[in-house]
């Protein structure tokens, strides 16, 4: 059934569309021209996010700050840098949280609470930079400290959850 769900969907849009006697392939083509000119205002924000991304990780103070808080908290390693890379890369955090799967086991407590911060929290700078860049947005207010700060309460949030519900 799966298999033939889109086409379906395709089929019922084609109809509704003669149905209604609206001009189906002027449509579309007037869509993918639009859909060019939303790529052109989001494409710099997207490569000036993924690029800062880069240079965080690549010149070492992500892994200066996470080793430097680790010893202070005394939160495992794994979940530190989930936690503090969900914020800036959803699929930075997809590869730390399948290293953590591959690593622990996916029924571990650091797996569960790993896997609930990543459900709790946001990718919060790809947010604010995709979104408010491309519909050109300069004064963010309170949007980026707010932002922060529900990821913080999602982190802190998971802990005492994971901590009430999977901890032996």
């Not at 993924?50 to 202070?72: K, R, T, Y």
């Not at 997809?94 to 790993?114: E, M, P, R, T």
């Amino acid at each position: 059934m799966s298999n033939y769900i889109i086409p379906l969907m395709i089929l019922g849009v084609v109809l509704y569309g003669f149905h209604k006697k609206i001009d189906i392939y002027d449509s579309f083509i007037d869509g993918v021209c639009e859909s060019f000119k939303m790529i052109y205002t989001i494409f710099p924000n997207l490569i000036a996010m993924i690029l800062s991304v880069n240079i965080l990780i690549e010149s070492g103070f992500l892994n200066w700050i996470i080793g430097f808080l680790g010893n202070i908290i005394q939160i495992p390693i794994e979940v530190l840098s989930l936690a503090i890379m969900r914020p800036i890369s959803g699929n930075a955090t997809l590869a730390l949280l399948n290293n953590i799967y591959q690593k622990f086991g996916v029924d571990h407590y650091i797996s569960l609470l790993a896997s609930t911060i990543q459900g709790s929290t946001d990718t919060t700078f790809y947010v604010l930079a995709l979104y408010y860049g491309s519909i050109g947005i300069k004064k963010t207010r309170y949007a980026f400290a707010t932002s922060l700060f529900a990821d913080a309460v999602g982190i802190i949030t998971s802990f005492i959850i994971c901590k009430i519900l999977f901890f032996n």
